[in-house]
């Protein structure tokens, strides 16, 4: 909670200490690491793979391999916007997980398109603006997820983890921040994730999440370079290149995804990651 405290006093008074290089007050105030571990990604790939199962199949679903065990102790659905989700535990890593379905009927992918952006308002001290059918989405769910995860969190102290593929990649990264202002401590494994909002909001991501979130981004996959004019992505790329292998890239690495231009990517690479196809039957038994 100290640490939120000081990251919202940061932003609010970065002006007065413009004389100061802005990566030098991020070192100050993310003092805690949080480095890419494979395992957890992994599970968050397993997870977000079983999003796919739908609201009506959540609770009775049996993960397999990575996610063994896992127990759902809360499902989440929008119907104006189709978003669906769970929210559980997996008590080999005494850890919540938050899981987000990606875009499997076309309302979602109306809604993936739609590019005019809002003001931000969740922290608004950003001066930021946020891709209006994304926050919309989260603004929906945002308090069921919050009191879902406040009870749990008093047992289950370690960081909550977020996790989405395609659309559930975006709401992924936005509800991590709603958490983050309710003091939840939160990080970030998503695949495919589109872009969400302007510059502005970019920097304020990085700021409040720094090191806990990775974008995992599949070689040539289209939906990360999405939308095009006027977006941007905040930094944490986790890069697999074609071969299948990973690497951490720098913010707006020339090496990484960005090595590609919009008529480069592909399509099939969104639904592929690390070997596996996002799909029900990938995760469960």
């Known amino acids: 909670m100290f640490l939120q405290t000081i990251r919202r006093i940061f932003f609010l008074y970065s002006n007065m200490f413009s004389f100061i290089p802005i990566y030098l007050l991020a070192f100050v105030l993310f003092t805690r690491t949080y480095a890419f571990d494979a395992k957890t990604m992994n599970t968050s790939l397993w997870l977000s793979s079983a999003a796919y199962c739908g609201k009506d199949n959540y609770e009775t679903m049996v993960l ?9 102790k809360g499902v989440i659905y929008d119907k104006p916007t189709n978003l669906q989700g769970f929210i559980g535990i997996l008590p080999s890593a005494n ?6 379905r990606g875009s499997s009927s076309i309302k979602n992918w109306i809604d993936d398109a739609e590019v005019l952006k809002v003001d931000y308002k969740t922290y608004p001290e950003c001066n930021s603006k946020v891709h209006d059918g994304f926050y919309k989405s989260c603004e929906n769910v945002k308090e069921y997820v919050v009191n879902t995860i406040i009870p749990l ?6 960081p909550v983890i977020l996790t989405g593929h395609s659309y559930g990649a975006a709401i992924s990264q936005l509800v991590a921040m709603e958490l983050q202002r309710h003091d939840i401590q939160t990080i970030v494994y998503n695949f495919g994730q589109p872009k969400v909002g302007n510059a502005e909001l970019a920097d304020c991501v990085n700021t409040i999440m720094g090191d806990r979130l ?4 599949h070689d040539r996959d289209m939906v990360p370079h999405l939308p095009e004019v006027g977006y941007y992505h905040s930094c944490g790329e986790i890069f697999e290149d074609k071969s299948g292998d990973l690497r951490t ?14 008529f480069e990517t592909s399509t099939k690479d969104h639904s592929l990651y690390l070997g596996y196809t996002f799909d029900c039957s990938t995760s469960t038994a």
């Not at 990775?214 to 981004?217: F, K, L």
């Open 64 to 72: 397999t391999e990575y996610a063994k065990g896992f127990v759902v």
């Open 95 to 100: 850890t919540i997980y938050v899981a987000f």
């Open 153 to 158: 969190n008093k047992q289950y102290k370690n």
């Open 214 to 217: 990775h974008r995992v981004v």
């Open 249 to 262: 890239c720098i913010c707006n690495d020339p090496t990484c995804s960005d090595q590609y231009n919009i």
